[in-house]
T-cell receptor, first 117, second 114 residues
Framework: DTAVSQTPKYLVTQMGNDKSIKCEQN?????MYWYKQDSKKFLKIMFS???????INETVPNRFSPKSPDKAHLNLHINSLELGDSAVYFC????????????????FGPGTRLTVL | AQSVTQPDIHITVSEGASLELRCNYS??????LFWYVQSPGQGLQLLLK??????LVQGIKGFEAEFKRSQSSFNLRKPSVHWSDAAEYFC????????????FGTGTRLQVTL
């Protein structure tokens, strides 16, 4: 009954490789996010999708390409991995604003620790 | 642009002692404020949130936070810390829009001594 799940939990790969991280939520939310947490624990938003449409794209290299096949899934594909991509990547979801709500909280997945060698 | 400052990188308290973690924010409108906790190797768990209304909000695990608009602060408090509270604590401010974009502070690592 996990609300927001990510696979894999750990990912170790070589520089130059291409890899994907998957995220799924079963909360019925229509908005999903990717955050990056660097080695100093700083968390920064990367992308957000609402109903499969990209709505936030925060100065992220175009080697990173999110894909949302449906509202419940948001995957992150990374091409030509670099050492600096090593981080923990968190997926999150929320219900979009509307119906009288001015803000809806985000629920986070457990994270994927990516190590690039 | 919104921003969050957590001035304390690392705090150590004794078990049973009181705790206050500081958070200051910068945002041009009514802020939506959050505290999240991250235990080692774990994801983020929401402790509490402030959207409007009573400026003292209660959260899970005995935590509370007080919103002070005049000081642009949202400090987290707990009257008696337990060893299991050792973790990283993040303050965040939410920006409304189509998506609820969160901006996080740099976090405060809490160590609890027995």
């Amino acid at each position: 009954d996990t609300a927001v799940s990510q696979t894999p939990k750990y990912l170790v790969t070589q520089m130059g490789n291409d890899k994907s991280i998957k995220c799924e939520q079963n909360l019925g939310h229509d908005t999903m996010y990717w955050y990056k947490q660097d080695s100093k624990k700083f968390l920064k938003i990367m992308f957000s999708y609402n109903n499969k449409e990209l709505i936030i794209n925060e100065t992220v290299p175009n080697r990173f390409s999110p894909k949302s096949p449906d509202k419940a899934h948001l995957n992150l594909h990374i091409n030509s991995l670099e050492l600096g991509d090593s981080a923990v990547y968190f997926c999150a979801s929320s219900q979009s604003i509307g119906g009288g709500a001015s803000y809806n909280e985000q629920f986070f997945g457990p994270g994927t620790r990516l190590t690039v060698l | 642009a919104q921003s969050v400052t957590q001035p304390d990188i690392h705090i150590t308290v004794s078990e049973g002692a009181s705790l206050e973690l500081r958070c200051n924010y910068s945002y041009g409108a009514t802020p939506y404020l959050f505290w999240y906790v991250q235990s080692p190797g774990q994801g983020l768990q929401l402790l509490l949130k402030y959207f409007s209304g009573d400026t003292l909000v209660q959260g899970i695990k005995g935590f509370e936070a007080e919103f002070k608009r005049s000081q642009s602060s949202f400090n987290l408090r707990k009257p008696s810390v337990h060893w299991s509270d050792a973790a990283e604590y993040f303050c965040a401010v939410g920006k409304t829009g189509t998506a609820s974009k969160l901006t996080f502070g740099t976090g405060t690592r809490l160590q609890v001594t027995l």
